[in-house]
């Protein structure tokens, strides 16, 4: 499990799809990523706390800053889909910034 590494996921709500936002030495040693969920709800667009997903990524719709939470290794599909990209997550990490308010 790498950061920014697409996984499925299956959840107590919906399945779907999460990025890993966690760093590669804390999923490791814990086993239990932080993640941010991928939306596919159509009324979402850019704000600075939701990400939109781009052909360069290996999904589609938006990454929302504001569902970032740890999981359990299980919950996760046993193996990455793909990656989003560097640009994406440089905008992720900017949109998780402002909302944990660093570098104020």
Known sequence: MN?????????????G?????SNDGFSAVTGHPVVVRVSD????TQTPYVVPLTSADH???????YSVVRVRRDSLGADPVGRVSAGTLRRLDDALALLFDYGA
């Open 3 to 15: 950061r920014g590494d697409v996984f499925a996921h299956k959840g107590l709500g919906r399945d």
């Open 17 to 21: 799809w999460v990025v890993i936002v």
């Open 41 to 44: 709800r159509p009324d979402l």
């Open 59 to 65: 999904v589609s719709g938006h990454l929302e800053s």
